[in-house]
């Protein structure tokens, strides 16, 4: 399946998988900020890559999410389903795809056949991968890095308050590791000034912006 496919029908895969909602509206915004962003950076892009990409950056990402937690408990509030259905579901994707996300959404990705250029976009975009993004000249997985970073559980926000949030978050008492996700913070505003350069208009990134934003 390529770019364009994806981008007609992600609907469609959605209900195939059986995507939880909230990873849905996640995937759905990053795609839009990622589009909006394309339109800003003077640098040449494969915009269709990059929003197809965007849909389906986190499509494993069930397996990883905590039901009991007040984030889960809150983006259920209005499900037609509940928690017991959506447990289940989790369960399933473990089993069919794996127990650790990355690894639940390449499966998932080979079982849709997406294509290679699409999905080695979304590897390549992956915070692991920050400092080979902003050392290299691949501007398809700049934007796409940096537009995931850009949407908050609830939507848009600047990319300071985002990582703050991840800071509440994963916050941990090991410090080896809380000096490693600052590093990755760090590395998230240097490729912010690194758009900058070519265009990118932060304050301009905004859920008012993208609510107009077609895919």
Partial sequence: ??????????????ETINIFPFIQLHQLRVAKVAKLISGMVTKET??????AAGLL????????????????????????????????????HIKEYGEWSHTATENILKKLEIEKPVVDLINLASWQHIQEVIDGDDWNA?????ADYRVMPHGVSSLSDRLDD???RYHT???EAEEEAKKVHD??????????KFGLKPDE???????????
């Fill in 46 to 51: 494969n915009v269709n890559n990059i929003v």
């Fill in 187 to 196: 590395s998230y505003f240097k490729l912010e000034e690194q758009l900058v």
């Fill in 205 to 215: 990134i905004t859920d008012e912006s993208i609510t107009f934003i077609e895919i």
């Fill in 173 to 175: 008492d090991d410090k």
């Fill in 142 to 146: 700049k934007i796409l890095a940096y």
């Fill in 57 to 92: 950056h986190d499509m494993g990402n069930i397996v990883k999410i905590n039901f009991d937690s007040p984030l889960a408990k809150e983006s259920l509030r209005f499900d037609e389903h509940g928690v017991d259905y959506w447990n289940g579901i989790k369960e399933e």
């Fill in 166 to 168: 991840l800071k509440k």
């Fill in 1 to 14: 399946m390529n770019a364009q496919d994806v981008i007609l029908t992600y609907s469609k895969i959605y």
